[in-house]
């Protein structure tokens, strides 16, 4: 058996932080994303001795036994852990399945791309592929959800599972009792195009940490407080602006409200942004760039840029003299994805899943 299955990254363009509790729960969340040709994979082979063996390739090169102690968030396999037992929970009766579950991410943890989520996705895919689950886009997502947010009491919101699953350009919803309802959004090709021209990534030195950053929004939103609550309800009309301007092509009314909404973002917690990130993000206007912001809960990560392609390469002139790297991203329409593959004469032949 050898199984892989893959998942891609998102840019969060508009209303992130909407998908909250407790906000979403009381005044809906709207939420503008798109994913990108950045994948975390996952890889399910059979056992080598009978037993499960977790392995996360980019953050440890060590096997883990499905029997060590967790260690928390330290733990570089908790997340794959909590896959496994909800799996085999759930959908094998509790009974063991021997395997050897490998992963792996385009982009470091911290990046603000959905990386964490995009990689439980993944997993939930190869076992649903192994075991020929049914199991749709929406029970994907919302089983990706509760995996990180329940079982392993990780801070976040709801947009990343959903964003991996679905992939492409969507306007999501979230409501009271964990309601998600996932709009698809059909963007002429010459707008992509143009977008894609328009936009520079720059992965900046600093890793996030998105978890304090949560917890002082959620603080903020249990307690009212007026400042950080008005921010949000900023961004979620926000959010609706934007996919407006962007089903139309309006990428001068798309910019104006990435940069409102960058304004509102930095209201809604104290640690989104500091002196190191406010540089990066001056010298990007200096140069040209019409608007910018980080991609997730801030603090670090990746900056996404919004440029008239007239002015791209002084932009990324500017950017190359700051502490990061600049990066360009295409666009993807596909969300997770499964197939199972054989190495046959050293050679790797991918076939059609098999029929249970």
């Known amino acids: 058996m050898l199984i892989r299955a893959r998942a891609p990254l998102r840019l969060g363009l508009g209303g992130g932080g909407t998908d909250l509790s407790p906000f979403c729960d009381e005044y809906g969340g709207f939420v503008l994303n798109a994913t990108i040709d950045l994948y975390a994979y996952a890889i399910l082979e059979t056992s080598p001795d009978g037993g499960v063996h977790l392995t996360a390739a980019d953050l440890s090169s060590k096997s883990h036994a499905l029997d060590g102690e967790p260690t928390g968030e ?60 049914p199991l749709g886009d929406y029970d994907i997502a919302h089983l990706a959800f509760e995996i990180e947010r329940q079982d392993c009491g990780l801070k976040g ?101 990435m940069r409102k909404s960058w304004e509102a973002k930095k209201r809604t917690a104290s640690r989104v942004t500091n002196d190191h990130l406010n540089s990066i993000y001056e010298a990007a206007i200096g140069a040209g760039a019409w608007a910018g912001k980080i991609s997730g809960a801030g603090g670090g990560g990746y ?34 994805e499964s197939w199972r593959a054989d190495l046959v004469s050293g050679a790797l032949t991918i076939r059609e899943p098999e029929l249970a």
Request: aromatic share 8%; charged share 25%.
């Open 157 to 257: 919101g709801r947009q990343d599972q959903y964003a991996a699953t679905f992939g492409g350009f969507n306007f999501m919803e979230f409501s009271a009792n964990d309601r998600v309802v996932v709009n698809p959004l059909r963007i002429k090709d010459w707008v992509l195009s143009e977008l894609e021209a328009s936009i520079v990534l720059f992965r900046s030195q600093v890793s996030r940490d998105s978890a304090n950053i949560i917890s002082e929004q959620t603080d903020n939103m249990r307690q009212s407080a007026r400042k950080s609550l008005d921010a949000m309800h900023e961004l979620k009309a926000d959010a609706l602006g934007m996919k407006e301007c962007l089903l139309k092509g309006d990428f001068q009314g798309f910019g104006g409200y």
């Open 74 to 133: 330290s733990d570089p396999v908790l997340l794959h852990r909590a896959v496994y037992r909800r799996i085999i929970d759930d959908f094998n009766d509790g009974t063991p399945l021997p395997c050897k579950l490998t992963t792996f991410c385009d982009a470091p943890p911290g990046s603000g791309l959905g990386s964490s989520s995009a990689m439980v996705v993944a997993m939930v895919k190869v076992f649903a592929e192994a075991l020929n689950l």
């Open 303 to 336: 900056f996404t840029f919004l440029v008239d392609p007239r002015r791209r390469v002084e932009v990324v002139r500017a950017l190359a003299m700051q502490d990061g790297q600049v990066t360009s991203c295409h666009f993807t329409e596909r969300g997770t």
